[in-house]
């Protein structure tokens, strides 16, 4: 995968090796993943901030807002989501803080091993070992599906005269005939939900148009 960014930078997109390697690791936490969205062993306020701020250093615009909406839905605040981006450490509690943290800095080395782990051992005293690995899926995970998603979005931005930096069209192709249906499936969902057209939610994921007052 191309270098992270943020939301006003430059996509993570996927090369086709890359996702199809990561697709192998998604199905290998399969059962962890569904503990901690099925099962909720990871609290859904947690999960969602940590989600919207790998968006965020991912520069998917396609997942943050849709994540956003999620995360005020489960009780994150206005001034916690305005505080996600700089990840102001006055606007949380110090264990959310830390966690946040952790996830970003694992998603901006792009989860390389870690070599070190006493470094971490007071992070996993304050957190707890299995909040602490959830964490790190959850930021793993939803790094997959940045990437997924803002390739789909290169195809449409090339198509525009606007190519993303590292994307190649051969890529983008692939991995919008494996995915795009599935984007219009939970675009449809969102639709519904919000009781807006498709189309109206689908460009506002995509950047097109400005995000409405809640």
């Known amino acids: 995968m191309s270098r992270p960014s943020d939301l006003s930078g430059i996509p993570r997109v ?7 390697r990561d697709l192998r690791w998604v199905a ?21 901030q940590i989600i919207v701020a790998v968006a965020q250093v991912n520069a998917c615009r396609m997942c943050a807002h849709a994540h956003m909406r999620m995360a005020l839905e489960v009780g994150v605040s206005d001034k916690e989501l305005a ?12 264990r959310t803080w830390l966690a946040l943290a952790y996830a970003r800095e694992r998603t901006r080395v792009g989860f390389a091993p870690i070599t070190s782990p006493d470094a971490y051992a007071s992070l996993v005293e304050m957190l707890g070992e299995q909040t602490f690995r959830d ?31 590292g994307s190649r069209f051969a890529d983008e192709v692939f991995i919008n005939v494996l995915f795009l249906p599935g984007a219009w499936l939970g675009t449809l969902i969102a639709a519904i939900r919000q009781r807006r057209s498709p189309l109206a939610v689908w460009r506002q994921a995509r950047g097109f148009e400005a995000e409405p007052r809640f």
Request: hydrophobic content about 45%.
């Open 135 to 165: 964490i790190e899926d959850v930021a793993h995970v939803m790094t997959v599906a940045n990437g997924i998603a803002n390739t789909l979005n290169a195809l449409s931005d090339r198509c525009h005269g606007r190519p993303v930096p």
């Open 14 to 20: 996927y090369r086709v090796p890359a996702l199809l």
């Open 83 to 94: 505080a996600l981006e700089g990840l102001d450490e006055a606007a949380f509690d110090r």
């Open 28 to 48: 290998s936490r399969l059962p962890s993943l569904w503990s901690i969205w099925v099962g909720r062993r990871l609290p859904q306020k947690l999960r969602e």
